[in-house]
Structure formats: C-alpha cells, structure tokens
C-alpha cells in the first residue's frame, strides 16, 4: 500500500470518527452558547430556551407553546393573529436574516382579511408566496424593531370563523370518516401521467411537476369517491361522537374542543358587535 492510499483511509476514519464519538454535556452546551452569541451579532432578540423549531405541528400545540415553536420577533404577531382566529402556517427563523415574518393558508383567512393581506403595503414591508396555496408577509427587520412592526402588523386583521378543514369538516363528511359511504366512480376523474413517465426536455420538467402537483392535490385524480350513505351508520349519531373529543353543533363537527372554544369566540364576537351598533 503506498503512503497516498495510507494517508486516505486515515482521513476517512478520521472523518468517521467524529460522528460515532458522543459529545459530552459540557461541549453542547459550550455550542448552545456559542450559537446564541452568533445569533445575537446577527441582531436577533436572544434565543429562548424553550425554543424547539418543528416543521409542522397542530395549531392547538403551538398556541399553547408559542415559544417553544417561534422565535421571539414572531411571538407577539402570532398571538395577535390567533385571538382573532388566524391559523398560521409557518413562521421565520435565525437562518432568515434582517426579516421576519409569517405565512397563512390563504384560503384559511376571510374575504375581509385577504382584502386587508393585500392592502399591506410599505417600503419595510415583504410578501411573498413560499408553498403552495400559502402566502407570508413580514418586514425587512429583526430584533426589538422588527418584533413591534409584525405586531403593527398582525393588528390590522379582524376577527374571524376558524377555518373549515383544519378546525372542523361537515357532519356527512365525518360520518364518512366512521364507514357510513359507498365508494363509487369520480365523474371529475382525469388522468395524468407521472413525471418519470414522461421523456420531456429539462426546460418543461419544471413547468410539467407543477401541473402534477396540482392534480395530486385536486379532485381530478381520484379515480372513485365517498358519498355519505345514511343507511351504513349502524348505530345513534350521538354514539359516532362519544369518546371522539369532537364537537357536533349544527351541520358542523369541530375537531376539537380547542377548535370549538375558538369559533365561539367569534360567535360571540358577532353578538358584541352587534350589541355594540344598537347602543349608537
């Protein structure tokens, strides 16, 4: 073996070696330390110690636990939008440098507040559209400053419904989810070919694996469907509720007290308001 073969294999165990060994608790925390002070240089508010950054978790979670889940220039905002009923998507973070903002399902926010999302304008402030059927709006600032002016913001939108889907689903369509439908052909069946399938040029990929997406997401690519048939259920409707932790009132089923609790709060948002035009 020549000392270049030699010398290789050394690097390589070297290299390996360093994911097999276990840092000790002194040397996380010496990084914990170290990322924090990084972060600050970058003019962010200090880091909590809570924080616990998750791709996607339930909305019910994360209000509970803003600050395990959001950094600190997002708190205040997010708080803002969920006590009127505004779900968030997602929000920035540390790798986000000199901005900070936060994104919504836009079909999730009232006609009301769509119309309010697109008359926020400002020299210090950003939209955008990040995923999908999402869009975010932010400002071009982080720490004290930019914590105050989301919140400015947030403030802007008005209370609303929680939004259908994610907070509650009709009652045929819970009933559907307990077994009580007939699986039958989906006239809005339309076929499309997978991308792998497909010998296109590289300039169309792109344009082709946004098409594909979208039919995923669609009706369209359903081959059958589920219709509610009231002569499956087997028992009571109250029975299909017991135990659930859902809410039935109306032709609605909250998928949870949280969500219910929430709705009730615009309910009685409605009343105020109303109650309020009667005494002028």
């Known amino acids: 073996m020549g000392n270049n073969e030699f010398n290789e294999e050394a690097q390589v165990a070297e290299f390996l070696a360093q994911f097999d060994r276990i840092k000790t608790p002194e040397e996380i925390e010496k990084e914990k330390e170290e990322y924090k002070k990084e972060i600050l240089s970058k003019g962010f508010l200090p880091i909590n110690d809570e924080l616990n950054e998750t791709m996607n978790s339930p909305m019910e979670e994360v209000e509970k636990n803003p600050r395990t889940f959001i950094i600190e220039e997002c708190v205040p905002a997010c708080k803002e939008l969920w006590k009127k009923n505004i779900y968030t998507f997602m929000v920035s973070d540390h790798t986000n440098e000199g901005v900070c903002w936060i994104e919504v399902i836009l079909d999730n926010l009232s006609d009301e507040n769509k119309e309010i999302f697109t008359q926020l304008e400002g ?9 999908r059927g999402c869009v975010n709006f932010g400002v071009k600032y982080v720490g004290v400053q930019g914590q105050a002016r989301l919140l400015e913001l947030a403030q802007q939108f008005q209370m609303q419904d929680v939004p259908y889907g994610e907070a509650y689903i009709t009652l045929p369509e819970y009933l559907i989810r307990c077994g009580c439908y007939d699986e039958v052909e989906n006239p809005n069946y339309v ?7 497909m010998d296109l040029p590289m300039d169309q990929i792109g344009d082709y694996l946004i ?7 669609s009706d369209k690519s359903k081959k059958t469907q589920k219709v509610f048939n009231q002569t499956k259920m087997t028992k009571p409707l109250e029975e299909y509720f017991d135990g659930t932790g859902v ?10 007290d949280y969500h219910y609790k929430k709705h009730m709060n615009y309910v009685n948002s409605l009343t105020q308001t109303q109650g309020s035009k009667h005494k002028m």
């Not at 098409?211 to 997401?217: A, G, N």
């Not at 009132?249 to 998928?255: M, P």
């Open 123 to 131: 020299e210090d402030i950003i939209k955008f559209s990040y995923h």
């Open 191 to 197: 076929p499309m070919t997978e991308p792998r399938d």
């Open 211 to 217: 098409k594909y997406d979208e039919w995923k997401d």
């Open 247 to 256: 809410v039935y009132d109306g032709d609605r089923v909250y998928l949870s």
